[in-house]
């Protein structure tokens, strides 16, 4: 097989603009597979490394090749993958945050990833659709599923058996949110969510029981008689936002039901945090595919099943920038200008 041509789209320098270059085509590794790209979502960790530039953690090493989100065919597997195989359509998640190996962001033709967090994706679905996906599962799944965290059940495809357990999810209407839902609904657990009145059918439609509006004074009030009218144990709340606010109003819930955990998309420590309400924040999404249950819980034995029996949606909705490397940029400056329900997909 003769090598094929890769171009990336580059952050060259911190802070600096998003630019198309060739790149190396790297072969996957043992465990490994190489995607070849039909779309990519962007995050809003994108954009956050773009604007904050050197003031961010990462990437360690400029240029460097981000984004989290692929959707294309498999292209060559490496030593030991059984699961795929060359021309295979799917989703994955793109790993560079862990690795920080240029071959393994999403920004670019040929992605390098672990096949541990790849799914098939059914024929039905376009890539635009699939991409929006992947690191929204990831995150959700490491909120839900640990023993430390929320340790809900694992997620069944089709049929869940009831756990008789009640959760909060904050933000349901986002990317992490969506797919929180979804999972948390799969595991057989009554999902209370917040969102913006206009998304409270989205989010209904995912399986939540009950949706609120965050921007109701009564919000606090509201949630926690919600939730005790709900049935089950509660097990606790996902925030999905991740801001100062949102982790502490989780918080107010919590301590108001008397104590437990939150689970936040901020990857910090939480001070002045309320007595008996512990928070803890997902800041190892990367690390799913060391925890054996939980990839292979959500990954192999549910996504595709999900997504062909339509019990796992591919939302949000794609918001498509364009087509081609070039339009990067232009999608990450759409992500941080904010969007409601969507995610922006760039096609390849
Ligand atoms: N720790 C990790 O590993 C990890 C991984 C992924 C993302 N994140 C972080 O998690 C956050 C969410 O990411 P995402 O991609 O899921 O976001 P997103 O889809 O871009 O978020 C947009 C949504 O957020 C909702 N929203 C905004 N403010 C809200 C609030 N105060 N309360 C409830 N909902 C609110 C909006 O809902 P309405 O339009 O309905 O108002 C909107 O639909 C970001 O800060 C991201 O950086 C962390």
Not at 5 to 30: H, M, R
Not at 134 to 154: K, N, Q
Not at 214 to 234: P, S
Not at 337 to 343: D, E, L, P, Q, Y
Request: aromatic fraction near 6%; proline fraction near 7%; charged fraction near 20%.
């Amino acid at each position: 097989m003769s090598t094929p041509q890769n171009a990336a789209s580059n952050l060259i320098t911190p802070g600096g603009a998003f630019t198309v270059t060739e790149a190396p085509y790297s072969k996957p590794g043992p465990g490994e597979v190489v995607i070849k790209n039909a779309a990519i979502a962007v995050n809003p960790m994108d954009w956050k490394i773009q604007a904050f530039g050197a003031n961010f953690p990462i990437p360690k090493k400029y240029p460097a090749i981000i984004g989290a989100d692929v959707a294309g065919e498999i292209y060559e597997v490496g030593e030991g993958v059984t699961r795929f195989k060359k021309g295979d359509r799917v989703i994955g998640k793109a790993n560079w945050f862990l690795t920080a190996r240029p071959q393994d962001g999403g920004f670019q033709h040929y992605t390098v990833t672990n096949c541990n967090i790849v799914s098939h994706l059914p024929a039905s679905i376009p890539s635009k659709s699939g991409c929006v996906l992947p690191l929204a599962l990831c995150t959700a799944a490491m909120g839900l599923y640990p023993s430390a965290r929320l340790a809900l059940p694992l997620p069944q495809p089709t049929k869940p058996k009831s756990a008789n357990k009640v959760v909060l999810i904050w933000g349901g209407s986002s990317s992490t949110g969506s797919a929180a839902i979804q999972l948390a609904v799969a595991s057989g657990v009554t999902v209370v969510a917040t969102a913006s009145s206009k998304n409270h059918g989205f989010v209904r439609g995912l399986g939540a029981s009950a949706v609120l509006d965050y921007h109701d004074d009564k919000i606090i009030a509201n949630l926690v008689e919600t939730i005790k009218g709900a049935g089950g144990q509660f097990a606790g709340a996902l925030d999905a936002i991740g801001e100062e606010q949102t982790w502490r109003a989780c918080a107010e819930v919590v301590k108001a039901l008397g104590g437990g955990k939150v689970v936040s998309n901020l990857p910090m420590a939480f001070k002045d945090v309320p007595e008996g309400v512990e928070v803890l924040p997902v800041n190892d999404t990367s690390t799913i595919i060391h925890h054996k249950e939980s990839v292979e819980g959500v990954w192999s034995r549910f996504v595709f099943e999900a997504l062909k029996a339509g019990t796992l949606k591919a939302v949000p909705e794609p918001i498509v920038v364009g087509k081609g490397l070039e339009k990067v940029g232009e999608a990450v400056e759409l992500c941080k200008n904010g969007i409601s329900a969507g995610k922006v997909v760039v096609e390849i």
